[in-house]
């Protein structure tokens, strides 16, 4: 039996029998508007190879110089990380050749990165808090992307043929790599998604990446090994690359814990190698064989200075790490009186960000959550997005919401005025107009509307003048129904019992 061929073993005979050991590599693409070594711009989607110059193609005779800016989001990555930042250290050449990569080496950090010995608080789905250390955060530059052209799956295998596209080749990187995380049992892929979330939600808090995992401006790669329970070696890892969902990285830890079981209950050696996810059914498929520090060659890189900032500058970026967002989210629950539970829904469904920065554009509490939960999700949900990834701010949120209670669009019309924030139509005031949908308040024109239900409906009408006010709804809703939803509700149904009085 091969370790393509094994059946997965039931997660609760793989924990009967062996430890899960973890580490986590996580890929930040930072904000910044020019590359790691060059002046390029670095605007996702722009047309293939339009972004490129001769540094970061590599062309002969360029130099990189180094992006200030790069350098102190790193260093704030480091701090919020609770990570000491080394006072001096070099860029090295990682020597490999990949068809995205065009200079046949990458310009990262070896034995000297910005920021080590660290950790994150992570707080898992019952309140419970792990500790993830953290080994290292070190720069480095971001490669090319292949696009594998004629095949089924997108991938090497089976295309006709390779485009590629140097665009995001230079874009600044910082990449975060864990200690081995032991000790996590059954919650392995629990405590996989907890820390890269918490991660995702810090580095959008300190503002140094917009963080868009569907767009690989954050790519988490996660190590999965076996050992037996008692044991004192760890087992072989794989490592499964660019997992780019949080529900994902999930999925594909405790995948590997199955399939990994299953080889080695065959009496197998799982193969140390990269793996690729599949989003379609949750599974992992092999890639290449994982090399070692040695197989990259790492030497100085020759054409650049080495990084070292001052203390006293380390201690000014460290001023400006803000409230951590899990610290935050524990003052607005309290603040809000909102259950564990409700919560815990709230992060889950990424939400909660969203919801804060609403409210402090001005809109309450109840209604900045009545939005993002219901409509937007659902909005989300039909574009097959995150939340956050919806072309839409909390500031505008903020706005419809404002706008509602002034009267000046119902609820039912707030929902198209969000539509057309969606298509990017304008201002949701500049929507009103285009689509008009603002409240109608002209009594005359709603008396003509009331008069023309009531005389439609001859026995609603006696039954409201016997005394029987709660049919008045049938001659509201006729109403609402004739204006398309624009007129004032309330006020219609004060113009209906004064007709019928």
Known sequence: MTAATVDLVDYADVLATYEPVLGMEVHVELGTQTKMFCACPTEFGAEPNTQVCPVCLGLPGSLPVVNATAVESAIRIGLALNCSITPWGRFARKNYFYPDQPKNYQISQYDEPIATDGYLDVVLDDGSTFRVEIERAHMEEDTGKSLH???????????????????????????????????????????????????????????????????????????????????????????????????????????????????????????????????????????????????????????????????????????????????????????????????????????????????????????????????????????????????????????VIALVAADKVNNKGARQVIDGLLAGEGTPEEIIAARGLGVVRDDSALKEAVDTALAANPDIAEKIRSGKVAAAGKIVGDVMKATRGQADAARVRELVLEACA
Not at 209 to 220: E, H, N, P
Not at 234 to 243: H, I, L, P, Q
Not at 354 to 380: H, M, N, Q
């Open 149 to 399: 052209v004629g095949g089924a799956t997108g991938r090497i295998h089976g295309a006709s043929h390779s485009l590629l596209d140097y665009n995001r080749a230079g874009v600044p990187l910082v990449e975060i790599v864990t200690k081995t995380i032991e000790g996590t049992g059954e919650r392995a892929p629990e405590v996989a998604r907890a820390y890269v979330t918490a991660l995702r939600d810090l580095l959008k808090a300190l503002g140094v990446s917009d963080v868009r995992m569907d767009q690989g401006s954050l790519r988490c790669d996660a190590n999965v090994s076996l050992m037996k329970i008692g044991a004192k070696e760890f087992g072989t890892r794989t490592e499964t690359k660019n997992v780019n969902s949080l529900k994902s990285v999930e999925v594909a830890v405790r995948y590997e814990m199955r399939r990994q079981a299953a080889v080695l209950n065959a009496g197998d050696e799982v193969v140390q190698e990269t793996r690729h996810f599949q989003e379609a059914d949750g599974t992992t498929s092999a890639g290449r064989r994982k090399e070692t520090a040695e197989d990259y060659r790492y030497f100085p890189e020759p054409d650049l200075e080495p990084v070292a900032p001052d203390a006293e500058w380390i201690e000014e970026l460290r001023a400006t790490i803000p409230e951590l967002p899990w610290l935050r989210r524990a003052r607005i629950q309290e603040e809000w009186a909102l259950s564990n539970e409700v919560m815990r829904d709230l992060v889950n469904a990424g939400a909660i960000d969203l919801i804060i920065a609403t409210v402090d554009a001005g809109a309450p509490a109840a209604a900045a959550r009545s939005w993002w939960v219901a409509y937007l999700s659902e909005k989300a949900n039909e574009r097959g997005v995150e939340l956050d990834a919806l072309p839409i701010t909390p500031e505008q949120v903020a706005a």
